[in-house]
């Protein structure tokens, strides 16, 4: 398993051997990169020199420095091809490295996925979901069995207590009913209804309103007063 996480000891052999191509590569590199400088310094001396000699008239000596001047030219040719086969391997390896690398951490992790799948399958999933289903139907069912009304309450019946609300909207509307109809009128007067005892004519009794600081409201209370001390004695005769 540490050998899959850390690699082994081929992978770090292969490591290394790659990194010491690279390090010759570069190497050489550098190498033909100084030797085309020093080839292009000669070439451009030998330039001057034919051009000196064209100056003296010397047109002998000056082909010969034109001449060497090709032989350079063509090394430097031959150097950039050279350069540019290191730089093509270069890159190539590098890319081949990476694709090394990349393939074994695949590897590394196909390996430790078979590795826990080896304690862990299908039947094992589906037997945990159905533990984790079952316990939470139990769950359910004990906040249910928490939840549900007991003792007295439990003997309560909601029709009854739906009657009995009706009853108290009713009760409330017939309050609020009779004290509308006993507030005071609007020119401040004060309704008083007197009513006679049961099986006498209705038409002894009187509504009269009453205000105050009137003297005939005065007046008409004291008959009512008469008028009910009459009854009274009518009905003690009658008896």
């Known amino acids: 398993?540490?050998?899959?996480?850390?690699?082994?000891?081929k992978s770090k052999h292969e490591s290394k051997a790659g990194f010491k191509t690279l390090h010759k590569l570069t190497e050489?590199?550098?190498?033909?990169e100084k030797k085309e400088r020093v080839l292009q310094r000669?070439?451009?001396?030998?330039?001057?020199k034919a051009?000196?000699?064209?100056?003296?008239?010397?047109?002998?000596?000056?082909?010969?420095?034109?001449?060497?001047?090709?032989?350079?030219?063509?090394?430097?040719?031959?150097?950039?091809?050279?350069?540019?086969?290191?730089?093509?391997?270069?890159i190539m390896l590098e890319g081949a490295k990476a694709t090394s690398q990349t393939v074994e951490a695949l590897k590394t992790g196909a390996a430790e996925m078979r590795s826990i799948q080896r304690t862990l399958n299908?039947?094992?999933?589906?037997?945990?979901?159905?533990?984790i289903n079952e316990q939470t139907?139990?769950?359910?069912?004990?906040q249910e069995a928490l939840g549900a009304p007991f003792g007295v309450a439990s003997d309560i019946d909601e029709d009854e207590l739906e009657a009995e609300?009706?009853?108290?909207?009713?009760?409330?509307l017939e309050e609020v009913e009779e004290e509308r109809l006993l507030q005071p009128a609007k020119n401040g007067a004060t309704i008083r209804l007197r009513v006679l005892p049961a099986g006498?004519?209705?038409?002894?009794?009187?509504?009269?309103?009453?205000?105050?600081?009137?003297h005939q409201n005065d007046k008409d209370e004291e008959d009512d007063d008469g008028l009910e001390e009459l009854v009274e004695l009518q009905r003690a005769m009658a008896l």
């Open 122 to 131: 299908v039947k094992n999933v589906d037997k945990t979901m159905e533990e």
């Open 42 to 48: 000669k070439a451009s001396e030998e330039m001057e």
């Open 165 to 172: 609300l009706e009853e108290l909207e009713s009760a409330g």
């Open 200 to 214: 006498k004519p209705s038409s002894s009794a009187t509504c009269k309103p009453f205000v105050k600081g009137n």
């Open 28 to 32: 050489t590199l550098a190498m033909l």
């Open 51 to 90: 051009k000196e000699f064209t100056r003296t008239k010397n047109k002998k000596a000056a082909i010969q420095c034109l001449k060497r001047k090709k032989l350079f030219e063509h090394q430097i040719e031959q150097l950039g091809n050279f350069q540019l086969r290191i730089h093509d391997q270069m």
């Open 1 to 9: 398993m540490f050998s899959r996480i850390f690699g082994n000891n």
């Open 137 to 142: 139907e139990n769950t359910r069912l004990m």
